[in-house]
């Protein structure tokens, strides 16, 4: 729960995180938004959270028990198990009167500390639930932000196979492009009906809309398909998710780029088995790995995504495929085939998808980024976290997970079982190359580096837990012929614990031969574990291995940190 769960929430409250939602799943059989423990303890007594815990859509299942929790905002209604269920529930002594109060005051604390006394003109306009009725047009928009965008959407993608010189492009005289995430939705419009107008709201344009009925009739045991036929997915579905009012899909931004440079292009985004025009320079094959809010993959790969490209890369000599990917996917079928020279895990670009992979093709930006998870080569290899839970036999109502595997997530999971991933956490190649060198670790004089953590609690836990401890420094120098960005990786071996978990990372830009120093700090809870006897942040005494590199494997430089 602390080492890693409650890990984020920590960094958010510490931040200013305003309130916080109480799921829908239970904790040890008691619902989120009814979890004493988890409200009233974890979040506003140990992280000292002053804001209010609002219910997600619908997560309420009880009115006193909720109350009596730490919940302070039913969501969409409180009509159910508040309103006045709530006012008799203070009447008969059933919740005290002070607890109304605290939820009431933690509201309008988060209502002052975000300034909407004065910043907001108009409070509580917007658009209807059904956005085709007339209503007050509102520009949310801010021209200032599209480089912000633009830059995201660079960053978020990963290089992870580069051969034969393929990329970046340099004058092709003809392309050909295939795979049925290349191209835009065939509409990116409301449209007539409820359906067709939420799945534009939630950014499920590009999904089949075939699929969406069945999942919507399956119930709880339907499986949902792993990719989104549609069309380019551009960010996750669900009610956090949109369909943006301006998009620029792969095809719209290479056919562009072709015209410019007068490169014959040729596609073929709907033939299962496509030919390739033999005299074509280069192939790009576009597929994706579709998720969203309630709607789990039922898998990390396709067959059918999988047999477009090893059919393009049977035809051609030098196969890039994109993929855009809500997650890790596995590209074993088609990564070791001769003729695929280029794999890029494009992700979810967003708005600029087409405008930024075109940067990076042709060389205008390079890569930089970098996995945030573990590629295996077999589904099997990520163990019992790839199957669910499902509600069966006694647990039929009340279904389990006892996170047996702790801490070991993900890269801690791989190296503890020895299992070498396709491509491991952290990794991302780019158009240069980087060297490391001179890692110095150095303890630092000041703040309590006794065992324990005393201090007062302030937002995010006690005040020491942020004191640093130690600092890492490591040069970073651009040793290629090409400027770029490089994302050296702090990793810290506790003594008990995972041989690496991060502790830090950096991105640089570099010129040509040039050389930068990166400084990591190493606080008390970056060293800490927690000990579940004493229920405190415990600092060991002892060695502590301290690597950096450029990903969870490539971590050639080495020291050892003592904590005496």
């Known amino acids: 729960m602390h080492e890693v769960y409650l890990w984020p929430f920590q960094d958010g409250v510490r931040a200013g995180a305003g309130n916080v939602i109480c799921s829908y799943q239970r904790i040890n059989n008691s619902y989120g938004c009814a979890n004493s423990k988890t409200l009233n303890g974890l979040l506003k007594t140990e992280l000292g959270f002053q804001g209010f815990v609002m219910s997600d859509w619908g997560a309420q299942h009880a009115g006193v028990a909720t109350a009596l929790a730490g919940m302070d905002m039913a969501m969409p209604s409180g ?48 658009m209807p639930l059904d956005v085709r009725q007339p209503h007050e047009a509102i520009e949310g928009r801010d021209h200032k ?55 534009w709201r939630f950014g499920l344009t590009s999904v089949s809309l075939s699929d969406v009925l069945s999942s919507l009739l399956g119930g709880q045991q339907t ?7 549609n069309g380019t997915i551009m960010g996750g579905g669900g009610s956090g998710a949109g369909t943006p009012a301006v998009f620029v899909a792969p095809y719209d931004a290479l056919s562009t780029r072709a015209a410019q440079d007068d490169t014959a292009i040729f596609h073929d985004f709907g033939m299962p088995e496509p030919a390739v025009v033999p005299s074509t320079d280069t192939c790009i094959v576009f597929g994706n790995a579709w998720a969203s809010e309630g709607y789990d993959r039922p898998g990390l790969y396709d067959n059918f995504t999988d047999s477009i490209v090893k059919t393009v890369a049977d035809q051609c000599n030098k196969t890039v495929v994109v993929l855009h990917n809500a997650g890790p996917r596995i590209v074993e079928s088609f990564v070791n085939h001769p003729n695929v020279t280029a794999i890029i895990f494009a992700h979810l670009p967003g708005r600029d998808s087409g405008t930024s992979l075109v940067k990076l093709l042709y060389g205008e930006a390079g890569f930089s980024g970098k996995l945030s998870y573990t590629v295996a080569k077999k589904e099997s290899d990520y163990g019992h976290l790839l199957s669910p839970d499902e509600p069966a036999g006694k647990f039929q109502k009340f279904p389990q997970s006892n996170f047996t595997e702790g801490v070991y ?71 290629g012929n090409m400027p770029g960005a490089e994302v050296p990786q702090l990793y810290v071996g506790i003594p008990g614990g995972p041989a690496k978990q991060l502790r830090g990372f950096e991105k640089r830009f570099l010129a040509p031969g040039t050389t930068v120093p990166v400084e990591f700090p190493l606080t008390r809870r970056d060293l800490s574990v927690w000990n579940t006897t004493a229920q405190k942040w415990w600092l060991q005494r002892g060695e502590y291995n301290i690597y950096v590199g450029t990903s969870s494997r490539d971590v050639p430089l080495r020291g050892i940190l003592t904590i005496d």
Request: glycine share 12%; charged share 20%.
């Open 79 to 126: 009509d159910g198990f508040w309103g006045d269920h709530l006012v008799k529930a203070v009447k008969n002594g059933s919740v005290p009167e002070s607890r109304v109060t605290d939820m009431a005051t933690r509201i309008l604390t988060t209502w002052y500390q975000f300034g909407q006394d004065a910043i907001f003109d108009k409070p509580g306009i917007g």
């Open 145 to 199: 932000d599209g480089p912000v965008l633009l830059d995201g959407a660079i960053e978020g993608h990963v290089l992870v196979k580069n051969t034969k010189n393929t990329l970046p492009l340099r004058s092709p005289r003809m392309l050909s492009l295939f795979g049925y995430s290349a191209r835009s939705a065939d509409s990116l419009s409301p449209g007539p009906g409820d359906l067709l107008i939420n799945l």
């Open 223 to 229: 499986r949902y398909p792993n990719i989104a036929v």
């Open 409 to 479: 997530l993900d890269y801690k999971y791989f190296e503890m079982h020895n299992i070498t991933p396709r491509y491991e956490f952290g990794f991302g190649l780019s158009y240069t190359t980087f060297g490391l060198a001179n890692l110095v670790v150095q303890h630092v004089n000041g703040g309590n580096s006794g065992e324990w953590a005393e201090g007062a609690v302030i937002p995010g836990g006690r005040a020491d837990l942020f004191d640093n401890i130690a600092t890492v420094t490591v040069d970073v120098t651009n040793t």
